[in-house]
């Protein structure tokens, strides 16, 4: 019972986790792929009643191996659903999901049942198998938290798991079978075989097909896929013209002909119209090419970026794609080996060096015109509370808010936490999703902000791969939108060596901060908060239906 309390427990994750991964939006997926489960539990502990006592072991047995049968192939199963049968193939998720539940609500009344002729005493029996039924549960939790989600795909994940549930099957089945109270026959010894075979050649296999399969969902070819804890990680290239393609959960984040389009916009602003910019606060943009933005200027002393996944960092710092792509950001010859005060005393948060020793150079030297870079990998949120010290310029890099774990940076609680970092004359620059396509939730971003206490200026253009774009600038110095304004108005140029911009041009911004007649009007009033995420349902219910 604990080893099949923990492997059930895991297996509810992974058919929630490969149902957040295809489909988005954790929370629904988690609660309603759970809460079924626990549904086809309840109704197997119902009906496990209509079953004899006659074969007991044997129908234990049963339910073990189809635990692991199914349990192993379901995640390829249903990926493959989704690449074969997208509109249907949620048929064959909820299939998977209430047949597992069902199996997993027959194994605590058989074993109850099967025990009660060892340990008659009722009160003794049934605490000894739900108590190592809820402690196995929560070892499991603890295993596929911390080791397994962090290290494997979930392809791989699930027939290591499932054979958990096959081994179960088979001690219990020699245990009993040497005892003489299980059947010997040789069809039983061969279906054993077989599954063993069959597991064993999915697990070994599960990585070519998941290969084979994600390919489906992408018109290039892919030249990396990676799942890391918290996403799923797949660059595509093609050539004539050559691009690539960045996709993080199936979402495209950028794409190589035009990404400057958008770091251009969202960095230069922010850095010509603040007061300085002597350091820089960067959340989210682990990719570093909001990174390499900033570095163009000379007066830039220190920048910190945080970003919640080191193995984006890793793959934006190391591999020969990215770091062409974004000139080598975290190669900066001064990267700092020297956490901020307080922050290594918490072992989740910790500074993440790029690779200045690696080319041969000492983190310490002093170089001339480099900007002391902090790289930390933590939850946005959680940073803020750590860092020390005022920013002149902070730019929000993040994803769109289409999980609660998103949203969540995008709260007026989350720009209340600013104001302490902000300097007076500071700017805030803020990615804010499309006015067009996500008009309600670029609103509810402006309306937040502004709730939150600053003085904000939208703006946008055209980003070809993803349409019109948005963006917000806000400070906290007193300033109305007017003088901000007139300052864009008489703007020459942005404070940085004209050769390196490729898009952005003073024009081009006073232009972008113009809105048709009614793009700013809306009738919604909501803003954004933690227990109240209205930005989420707008999001999710509102966007990109045009």
């Not at 064959?92 to 069902?102: D, N």
């Not at 096959?166 to 059947?183: I, K, N, R």
């Not at 230069?268 to 989210?284: D, E």
């Amino acid at each position: 019972m604990f080893l099949t309390g923990a492997s059930g427990f895991i297996f509810e994750c992974i058919l929630s986790t490969v149902a957040t991964f295809v489909l988005g939006n954790s929370i629904e997926q988690f609660s309603v792929t759970i809460s079924l489960m626990m549904l086809m539990m309840g109704l197997a502990s119902v009906l496990q009643s209509r079953i004899s006592d006659r074969g007991l072991i044997e129908k234990f047995l049963l339910v073990e191996i189809s635990l692991a049968i199914l349990g192993g192939f379901a995640p390829i199963a249903v990926y493959a659903s989704y690449a074969y049968m997208e509109v249907h193939f949620i048929l064959v998720q909820y299939l998977f999901v209430l047949t597992i539940g069902f199996l997993i609500g027959l194994e605590i009344p058989l074993i109850l049942r099967l025990n009660k002729q060892f340990v008659p005493q009722l009160k003794s029996n049934i605490a000894s198998i739900f108590s190592t039924d809820y402690v196995g549960a929560f070892i499991g939790a603890v295993i596929w938290v911390y080791v397994l989600l962090k290290y494997l795909p979930l392809t791989e994940i699930s027939f290591l798991v499932a054979g958990v549930n096959f081994a179960v099957a088979v001690v219990t089945y020699g245990y009993f079978s040497y005892h003489g109270l299980a059947s010997r026959r040789l069809v039983q010894r061969a279906a054993i075989g077989l599954i063993a075979f069959g597991l064993g050649h999915g697990y070994s296999q599960n990585r070519t097909w998941n290969d084979l399969l994600e390919q489906r969902f992408y018109n290039e070819p892919i030249v990396h896929s990676q799942t890391t804890r918290y996403q799923h990680i797949v660059m595509t290239a093609r050539t004539a013209p050559t691009e690539y393609r960045l996709y993080i959960n199936g979402n495209l984040q950028f794409s190589s002909l035009d990404e400057h389009v958008y770091h251009e916009l969202l960095v230069h602003p922010a850095m010509t119209l603040a007061n300085n910019r002597r350091r820089v606060l960067i959340l989210g943009g682990g990719d570093g090419l909001a990174l390499r933005e900033v570095l163009r200027y000379n007066d830039t002393v220190e920048v910190t970026l945080v970003d919640i996944d080191p193995g984006m960092i890793e793959f934006a710092s190391q591999d020969d794609i990215m770091t062409e792509l974004n000139n080598a950001a975290f190669d900066d010859a001064r990267v700092s080996a020297e956490a901020a005060s307080g922050i290594t005393e918490d072992p989740q948060i910790r500074p993440l060096y790029g690779r200045a020793t690696s080319v041969g150079l000492d983190p310490n030297d002093t170089v001339e015109q480099a900007a002391l870079v902090h790289v930390y990998t933590v939850d946005a949120d959680k940073m803020l509370a750590h860092l020390q010290g005022r920013y002149d310029v902070v730019i929000v890099d993040l994803p769109d808010p289409n999980s609660v774990e998103l949203v969540k940076l995008y709260s007026r609680e989350f720009y209340f936490k600013l104001h302490r970092l902000l300097e007076r004359k500071g700017v805030l620059a803020v990615q804010s999703t499309s006015p067009y396509h996500a008009k309600e939730s670029f609103l509810c971003i402006l309306r937040t902000i502004v709730s939150a206490g600053y003085e904000a200026l939208p703006y946008h253009d055209n980003v070809p791969s993803f349409g019109d774009w948005g963006w917000i600038l806000a400070w906290n110095s007193g300033q109305h939108d007017s003088e901000v304004r007139k300052k864009v108005g008489h703007l020459d140029e942005f404070a940085v060596d004209q050769s390196q911009l490729r898009y952005i041009t003073p024009e081009i911004f006073r232009a972008s901060v113009a809105f048709g007649k009614n793009d700013l009007v809306s009738p919604n009033e909501q803003v954004n908060t933690l227990m109240a995420p209205a930005l989420l349902r707008f999001y999710l219910n509102e966007s990109w239906n045009r």
